[in-house]
């Protein structure tokens, strides 16, 4: 049993069982934490505050947004929102983003998305600085495992993004969005080089055009 009176150890993954993890979650004092359950360990994360983080976070929630409006194409997305599957999973992507009928599924009012009673998203993004090898290898697996149909890191330190195709069986690499069509990705990773030395109203009148652009590879 997890001794919740001892320090909480971070960025690691921790055999726990679930009531263990709720008792830690819920203390008020760890509300700065982020959360996740997989396999009956969890792994506690600080809220990331960073500048480099923060930025490409905010870049990357422009460029979806913005490719749904260019696109009409009717999307959620949502900033550091838990999920849980009561006493078996549970996540907080950096980013989620359900599409097309599924924007309309989770009502006004809902705290913690009970994914008991709703669908997953359609996309998690992580972003990546500090976490990359887990978000590449152990919370790739936690969401294959719960019917999430795409997942992206994005690799702060190099302008890189890794992008799966998930399935329950496993996932593949993908240069293009499955959900997003006629997404190249290599788009929003020259969208991250510019951020390193523009501003983001002038990368988001970039992307604008590019997502105005019909994709000659379709």
Not at 28 to 42: I, R, T, V
Not at 153 to 160: A, G, L
Request: charged share 25%; proline share 3%; aromatic share 10%.
């Amino acid at each position: 049993m997890t001794n919740t009176t001892n320090p909480i150890i971070l960025d690691t993954w921790i055999p726990t069982k679930w009531k263990d993890f709720r008792q830690i979650i819920d203390d008020p004092a760890n509300k700065n934490l982020k959360a996740y359950y997989y396999h009956h360990h969890m792994r506690l994360e600080m809220l990331p505050v960073g500048f480099d983080h923060s930025k490409d976070h905010s870049l990357i929630s422009l460029a979806i947004n913005l490719f749904g409006i260019v696109r009409h194409l009717p999307i959620n997305l949502l900033d550091n929102c838990s999920f849980r599957k009561v006493g078996i999973k549970e996540f907080q992507s950096d980013i989620a983003v359900y599409v097309k009928e599924k924007t309309r599924i989770i009502p006004q009012g809902t705290n913690i998305v009970n994914l008991n009673q709703y669908l997953s998203p359609d996309l998690v993004v992580e972003i990546a600085k500090t976490s990359f090898l887990d978000d590449i290898g152990t919370k790739r697996s936690l969401y294959e495992s719960l019917d999430i149909k795409e997942y992206w890191v994005i690799d702060v330190e190099n302008c890189k993004i890794i992008a799966y195709a998930l399935k329950s069986d496993g996932s593949y690499k993908i240069k293009s969005s499955n959900l997003f069509f006629g997404l190249n990705l290599a788009i929003l990773e020259e969208a991250l080089r510019k951020s390193r030395h523009e501003d983001q109203s002038a990368i988001g009148q970039w992307l604008m055009t590019q997502f105005q652009k019909k994709d000659k590879s379709i």
